[in-house]
């Protein structure tokens, strides 16, 4: 049986395509990163771990303001006026306690580093909507509650009449 060549030319042209082709539908091919060794693959992080969560980052905690009343906190009282003129009227009544000793003053602060009855705190003058506010500070940063604190903020409070 003879093949006609109008035959034979296509069927050749078909052999050569799957020759030449046929190869590479036969032999493993990349199958993704899945078939590789586990050594060799990429490493996978969830998508929530990518970044770190931000989400309350950026919030600012809430300020504890004093009341505006002049009735006494755990910490402080509130005075008239400007935070300067309390700073100066807090000095004078400072001086006027007897027992205090005041080692420093810092205006700019509004701070006052005192010692009484054995205990040792600042006294500070800030600045509030109702005027200033006098409170006592221990060297903690914390409001200062020991009994010479609260026994001189008391006194204070009497002298400045608050």
Known sequence: MR???????????????????GCSWFKKGAR???????????????????????????????ASQPTSSNAPTAGGFS????RDDAFTRVGEALAGVEGVTIASR???????????????????????????????VDPRGLPATSPAATKLLAALKAKLGG
């Not at 093949?3 to 082709?21: I, Q």
């Not at 990163?33 to 809430?62: C, F, H, I, K």
């Open 32 to 62: 993704g990163d899945y078939a590789l060794a586990p050594e060799a693959r990429p490493l996978e992080v969830p998508p929530d771990l990518n970044l770190p969560n931000t989400s309350g980052a950026m919030q600012v905690p809430a």
């Open 79 to 82: 005075v008239a006026g400007s």
């Open 106 to 136: 810092a205006q700019l602060l509004g701070t006052y580093d005192v010692s009484y009855e054995g205990a040792s705190f600042l006294v500070r003058v800030s600045a509030v909507d109702a005027g200033a506010y006098v409170s006592a």
């Open 3 to 21: 093949l006609s060549s109008s035959l034979v030319r296509p069927l050749a042209l078909v052999l050569l395509v799957v020759s030449v082709a």
